[in-house]
């Protein structure tokens, strides 16, 4: 058992020469992170003083108190890790104002491994340790992740006579405040009916994995605007959303490992694993997403899972995601997400005066409408997509799919159609505007007949020779399977678009007796995969033409 920090102790250093000699196991990732924070140690430009991570680290071990089993009512002992984030996270400072360097910290750590009772303790300090009129939040996803969180405090609270004195510290059944100085802690979800009108201190945000936008945080980063010293506390572990909040954070975060950003006010730690292999082939290496393993976390816990994941697909997946932190997409996916992500980008004036194929998947009243371009060019496939909507549907269409559709449209990545239902001539327009603006002519443009009739005859009116795809297996199984290796192979480079993703990730490969595939969505109507059919229509015009494509090319 850890005693309380001493003024003079260093935990950065101490966790890095441990992490270095290998008496701790973390990741490459984390790894890149602690060397560049040793280096700021000598750099002119920082201080560091270990004084305030180390009041707040004194706080929770004498005050605070665990709530659950097997640790219920023993004191909150930090481990190294959490010790070392909280030193950094407040020692870092600007040494010509003497502010905080770090506004923001992301930790992904995997599951059990005290994340929440962390969170907790954190807000608790800075409750007790702040100056008054704070407000502390306790945000999450939904209300229910937020109640869990804020109970968590509380019980903490209530865990200790000093911190629960009427005088100290009360709750009423909006929030925990204190008669005295006024600081409050809050609960905040997306659900929450206002996301204004705070003055958040520090936020602490819990499980953003399900988020599939920025509005809580937000939220909170808008309240902090007046703030010298505001800091935000994103703490999650990973998840299976495509293209939503944490997706595009972490994203964030490895460019600035990477050294392709420049951003000194974010603090990435991520606790995250090498490779998928390591984690079958080295126990040792289950350290890497789980720093608490063997204290808080038992390796009996994951030997069992890892046991049952052998035979069980979905236990495979949730395993993966939660206990290792690699990201995957829901049970019966036809792609894995390392098969589909790919972030490579492009300019639309590198593609120019190239010839292409054409692929549309046009939708119902409901649904979206999807249509891309493939180029071939430099042994790689890319896909220019573009999608369609009905503008008076796209606010239930959000609530439903559970997908930022407003901030597509915000992109250039959506066109809104006037009225309930799409106007296929935008459809037109777009193809047209490829032509003359870019120069990416489509030899040929795969259509589904559902439903088209009338737009076909506009499109064979504008130029384009159009296709005929039926949808089924005899059609597009090999069209698909073609598909799935080119994107495994990470040769198909469709600029990141997010929606895209989403309409991949979505997919589900219905298998017939033979073995052929046909896409299907995967187990909810509010699944679309528009942009995934309309992709392998145009392979399946690809399979057609090849030779003659490749002719022409050349």
Known sequence: M??????????????????????????????????????DLSDPRYVYDEKPGNLRIDFIEKFCRHTKSPFNGKPFILELWEKTIL????????????????????????RKNGKTTFVAGIDLAEFFLSRGGVDIVCASNTNDQASILFDEINNMREQSRALSKPSRSRKN???????????????LSAQ??????????????????????????????????????????????????????LEKKLEYCRKIIKGEINDERLLPWLYTQDSEKEIYASEQSWQKSNPSLGTVKMYSYLEDI????????????????????????????????????????????????????????????TDLTAAVLVVIKNGKKYVIPHFFMPSEVIEKRKEEDNVPYDIWVKRGLLTLTEGSQNDFTKVTEWFKDMVYDYGVRPLWVGYDPWNSRYWVNEMKDSGFDMEEVRQGVFSLSEPMKQLEADLKNHIV???????????????????????????????????????AVALIIAYTILNRHKIEYENMMS
């Open 2 to 39: 850890s005693s309380l920090a001493s003024p003079m102790s260093n935990y950065l250093l101490e966790y890095y020469e441990k992490a270095k000699n290998r008496e701790i196991i973390i990741g490459q990732e984390l790894m890149a992170v602690i060397e560049g924070l040793v280096k």
């Open 87 to 110: 030193q950094v996270a407040y020692g870092f400072k600007f040494k010509a104002t003497g502010l905080r360097r770090f506004n923001e910290v992301v930790l992904l750590v995997a």
């Open 173 to 187: 059944i909006y929030h925990i405040y204190s008669p005295k100085t006024k600081n409050k802690i809050k609960k």
């Open 192 to 245: 929450s009916r206002n996301l204004d009108g705070y003055n958040i201190e520090v936020g602490c945000i819990d499980e953003v994995h399900q988020m599939t936008d920025s509005k809580v945080y937000d939220a909170i980063k808008q309240s902090q605007s007046t703030k010298k010293q505001p800091l935000i506390f994103i703490i999650t572990t990973e998840g299976n959303v495509v293209g939503g909040f």
């Open 306 to 365: 890892m046991n049952k994941a052998k035979n069980d697909l979905s236990t495979r997946l949730t395993m993966l995601c939660k206990d290792f932190n690699i990201k995957q997409l829901e049970s019966g996916s036809w792609l894995t997400f390392d098969d589909l992500n790919n972030e490579e980008k492009y300019e639309l004036k590198d593609l120019s005066d190239n010839y292409a194929i054409g692929g549309v998947d046009l939708s119902s009243t």
């Open 493 to 531: 480079v469709y600029d990141d678009n997010p929606i895209l993703k989403w309409c991949l990730a979505n997919t589900q490969a219905k298998v017939d007796i033979n073995g052929n595939i046909q896409p299907c969505k995967l187990n909810s109507k509010y699944k679309r995969i528009d942009g």
